[in-house]
Nanobody, 116 residues
Framework: QVHLVDSGGGLVQPGGSLRLSCTASGSIDSIYAMGWYRQAPGKERELVVLITRGGSTNYADSVKGRFTISRDYTWNAVYLQMNNLKPEDSTIYYC??????????WGQGTQMTVAS
């Protein structure tokens, strides 16, 4: 079992920046990728970015060039630096950890709002 705690959401102005954090505990050795998803009301949860143990990343087209994922090399934390934020980025962000059998663990979610 893996337990994820995500944090760092809040209110930011358009064009501003915010950093999300996710800490993992438990059977971390079973995890091969971690990252972030987001889900707006009435919509499906969508991938924002994933990073594998090998360092490969997969960003959604909508955030490329604006968001950057990084990780703690002990693999117990990942971070999402979000720059040049837009109102359409506003939603709940969920930390995600994925096992080799594709089972997914989720954080509790953190709300991020971009508004003037």
């Amino acid at each position: 079992q893996v337990h994820l705690v995500d944090s760092g959401g809040g209110l930011v102005q358009p064009g501003g920046s915010l950093r999300l954090s996710c800490t993992a505990s438990g059977s971390i050795d079973s995890i091969y990728a971690m990252g972030w998803y987001r889900q707006a009301p009435g919509k499906e949860r969508e991938l924002v970015v994933l990073i594998t143990r090998g360092g490969s990343t997969n960003y959604a087209d909508s955030v490329k060039g604006r968001f950057t994922i990084s990780r703690d090399y002990t693999w117990n934390a990942v971070y999402l630096q979000m720059n040049n934020l837009k109102p359409e980025d506003s939603t709940i962000y969920y930390c995600n950890a994925r096992r080799c059998d594709d089972y997914k663990y989720w954080g509790q979610g953190t709300q991020m709002t971009v508004a003037s």
